[in-house]
């Protein structure tokens, strides 16, 4: 059983940025897929990016790409957020999950973190 802690949430203004932080426990990091999701209040779930196991693939939804990246430290069982240039729209509850799905960017992720909250003002 893997467990995914998000970190590095918070309120910012338009324009800064954020780096959020998933830290997972268990033996099989390294060989999961890691994507990163966001829910803003009466929306749908919505895929935001993921990198493989090797980080050598990235992946990302058109609303953040050229703003987002997405990295990983194996040595520290951790994926990152990079977050620029944040704007209004970006504010919603951030998960990551992990997938064992040999297809990328995954179909389906097996584990899920508690989420941490960004919200950015105008």
């Known amino acids: 059983q893997e467990r995914l802690v998000e970190s590095g949430g918070g309120l910012v203004q338009a324009g800064a940025a954020l780096r959020l932080s998933c830290a997972v426990s268990?033996?099989?990091?390294?060989?999961?897929?890691i994507g990163w999701f966001r829910q803003a209040p009466r929306k749908e779930r919505e895929f935001v990016a993921a990198?493989?196991?090797?980080?050598?693939?990235?992946a990302y939804a058109d609303s953040v790409r050229g703003r987002f990246t997405i990295s990983r430290d194996n040595a520290k069982n951790t994926v990152y957020l990079q977050m620029n240039s944040l704007k209004p729209e970006d504010t919603a509850v951030y998960y990551c999950?992990?997938?064992?799905?040999?297809?990328?960017?995954?179909?389906?992720?097996?584990?899920w973190g508690q989420g941490t909250q960004v919200t950015v003002s105008s």
């Open positions: 268990g033996r099989a990091f390294s060989s999961y897929t």
């Open positions: 999950a992990a997938s064992s799905d040999e297809h990328f960017p995954p179909d389906d992720y097996d584990y």
């Open positions: 990198i493989t196991y090797s980080g050598a693939s990235t």
